[in-house]
């Protein structure tokens, strides 16, 4: 089945620092990737996407690149807010419609 | 706008409690999914519905069942509760078409704790 490893949190950052949380993953086939945030006591919503290789997926600032060649979505940000801190999940999609979650990465941002 | 809504937010059970977590969905969505989000664990699938009465076990399904009679209603039912089912409960929704991933729709999830 489907694995996928992101880097250990919480990031800590200061506002308007450039953001990279790192994320790979094993999948059978051409997965779609997702990135999810999670904000304090609420359930998660979707960030931004890529359906294919090469596609650049971007929402809020955020972007990631989907590269098929090193199995990975980074996400990143030019410059984080207070309002950015939450929790961040990196998941390709799987057989029926499903997606395998990361572990989440926490992001603090200090002002 | 997509609302998926869950019964409760937080939930207090005894041990040996039977519990039922209501899922409601209001854009006509095939597919419905139960996880339990745990820290350092990140989101597991318990289970997964693919149509009204169709069913499929996720990762973790032991000590926990679902139902499904109406397309917009998604239930999870822990038959006995035990401490080791304390944690967050996430519902999802999402379209379903073979061959192709659509992103899915969360609630707000519910905190259960069984004591």
């Known amino acids: 089945g489907n694995s996928v490893t992101q880097m250990e949190g919480p990031v800590t950052l200061s506002e308007e620092a450039f953001l990279t949380i790192n994320c790979t993953y094993t999948a059978t086939g051409y997965p779609s990737l997702f990135w999810y945030v999670q904000y304090p006591g609420e359930g998660l919503q979707l960030l931004l996407k890529?359906?294919?290789?090469?596609d650049k997926g971007s929402n809020k600032g955020f972007e990631a690149t989907y590269r098929k060649e090193t199995t990975s979505f980074h996400l990143e940000k030019g410059s984080v807010q207070v309002s950015d801190s939450a929790v961040y999940f990196c998941a390709p999609s799987g057989g029926g419609n499903k997606l395998t979650f990361g572990t989440g990465t926490q992001l603090k941002v200090e002002l | 706008d997509v609302k998926v809504t869950q019964s409760s937010r937080y939930l207090v059970k005894r041990t040996g409690e039977k519990v039922f977590l209501e899922c409601v969905q209001d854009?006509?969505?095939?597919?419905m999914f139960w996880y339990r989000q745990d820290p350092g664990l990140g989101l597991r699938l318990i289970y997964f519905s693919y149509d009204v009465k169709m069913k499929e076990k996720g990762d973790i399904p032991e000590g926990y069942s679902v139902s499904r009679e109406k397309k917009e209603r998604f239930s999870l039912i822990l038959e006995s509760a035990s401490t080791n089912q304390t944690s967050m409960y996430l519902c999802?929704?999402?379209?379903?078409?073979?061959?192709?991933?659509?992103?899915?729709?969360f609630g707000p999830g519910t905190r259960l704790t069984v004591t």
């Open positions: 890529a359906t294919k290789a090469d």
């Open positions: 999802a929704s999402s379209r379903g078409l073979a061959g192709i991933s659509y992103e899915q729709y």
């Open positions: 854009m006509d969505h095939e597919n």
